[in-house]
């Protein structure tokens, strides 16, 4: 069922090279933009507890209601959607190097 897909990558490395950079730079995004909005929530609840009126702020338990306007349901905010995007970081660096030792083995195009 699959097969076309592992001759797809076999025969090209460089689409599994781009494949892996796709993957790779989309997880880091992820971790990036889940580490920003965690850095938001956390000036947010900063600036709440040293505005004039402490009394009744409650942090905000996650982005989408600190932020209800801002379309936050991508971003990482708990163990598991940290550990996928640590998952797609990893997925990305392997098909990277299973590229490059596919091109060092000289598999690639096949020329007539």
Same mark, same amino acid.
């Given at each position: 069922?699959?097969?076309w897909l592992l001759v797809h990558f076999y025969f &090209?490395?460089?689409r599994m090279r781009a494949a892996g950079r796709l993957v790779?730079?989309?997880?880091?995004a992820l971790l990036c933009a889940g580490t920003l909005g965690r850095l938001l929530l956390g000036v947010q609840e900063a600036l709440l507890r040293l505005g004039? &009126?402490?009394q009744g702020t409650a942090e905000?338990?996650?982005l989408a209601s600190a932020y209800p306007a801002w379309p936050t349901w991508?971003?990482?905010? *708990?163990?598991? *959607?940290y550990v996928l995007a640590f998952a797609l970081v990893g997925l990305g660096l392997l098909a990277?190097?299973?590229a490059k030792r596919?091109?060092?083995l000289g598999c690639g195009p096949l020329e007539t």
């Open positions: 069922m699959t097969d &090209n490395p460089a790779f730079h989309l997880g880091a004039p &009126n402490r905000a338990p996650s991508w971003v990482p905010e *708990g163990p598991l *959607g990277l190097s299973t596919l091109a060092l």
